[in-house]
């Protein structure tokens, strides 16, 4: 992209990613570079080059990739107005949730597959993140595992999810809801998107999952399927924010452990 001037830097600087929005003549880019660990960069270009965004991108909702290099390791889109709702009222404002809601069910609506031991595979992660350093306590470590170890095995069927669906990833510009960043893209169960949603903002403000589920249709979560998805979520929050040094993020996955072994221990 000769002649490309950097806009801004718009990374998070939480890993080894750099993403900068950059203006060339009478366009707007987003120009995202990651490293050789950086294993999120596959998955999103997996996401572009699967033909599954196009959903959205058609639509305006979701950036069009422009130029890739899977070797080197950069993509490149167009660039899409809007503000992250992220830390904002509209994080937290029930028809941004329902719009989020109706987009989200289009993109889940697109394919199936069986899961054949996806679920059985996520609980084997949930185990490993505990053999990687971290701040739970011993105790309550110690109860995680035999938790997990006493997990049935739910194999529902997968869809094509975000992976991080949460207003960290929605611009809004004026009436519109858009998306970004697909990172964590891959088929699982449709409920894993909601899963980050359930401990921030309807934890908030429940009247935004109401409005949610207005926009999205059904409610596919199995009350044991659910507990075993936030249950791994809360482990692997508290553990990855510990290792990239996230406090807040870090506080938030102890938060979800601790809640959800009182909610077991109140049945």
């Not at 809004?172 to 697909?182: K, L, N, P, W």
């Not at 199995?222 to 507990?227: A, G, K, R, S």
């Not at 553990?239 to 996230?246: E, N």
């Amino acid at each position: 992209m000769p002649a490309a001037d950097v806009v801004a830097d718009l990374s998070w600087n939480q890993v080894e990613t750099v993403v900068l929005r950059v203006r060339r003549r009478d366009a707007e880019f987003v120009v995202k570079a990651a490293g050789p660990d950086a294993h999120h960069f596959g998955r999103e270009l997996d996401a572009h080059l699967s033909g599954l965004l196009s959903v959205w991108c058609d639509t305006g909702h979701a950036p069009v990739l422009r130029h890739h290099d899977r070797e080197a390791r950069v993509l490149v889109t167009a660039w899409l107005p809007g503000e992250l709702a992220y830390r904002t009222p509209w994080g937290v404002d029930p028809e941004v949730h329902r719009r989020a809601g109706v987009l989200l069910r289009e993109f889940h609506a697109q394919a199936v597959r069986p899961s054949e031991g996806t679920d059985a595979a996520a609980t084997v992660r949930a185990r490993a993140w505990l053999d990687t350093p971290h701040a739970i306590a011993p105790d309550v470590e110690a109860r995680l595992r035999s938790m997990l170890a006493a997990l049935p095995a739910i194999e529902v069927d997968l869809v094509p999810t975000h992976g991080d669906w949460q207003p960290r990833n929605w611009l809004v510009d004026g009436d519109e809801v858009r998306v970004i960043d697909f990172g964590r893209f891959a088929f699982r169960p449709a409920a894993t998107d909601f899963a980050r949603l359930a401990v921030q903002e309807w934890r908030e403000d429940p009247a935004c999952e109401a409005a949610f589920f207005d926009g999205y249709g059904d409610d596919p979560r199995h009350p044991e399927h659910w507990l075993s998805i936030r249950l791994r979520e809360a482990i692997a929050t508290a553990c990855w924010a510990h290792q990239v040094g996230d406090a807040e993020f870090e506080a938030q996955g102890h938060r979800m452990i601790a809640e959800l072994l009182a909610e077991v221990d109140a049945r």
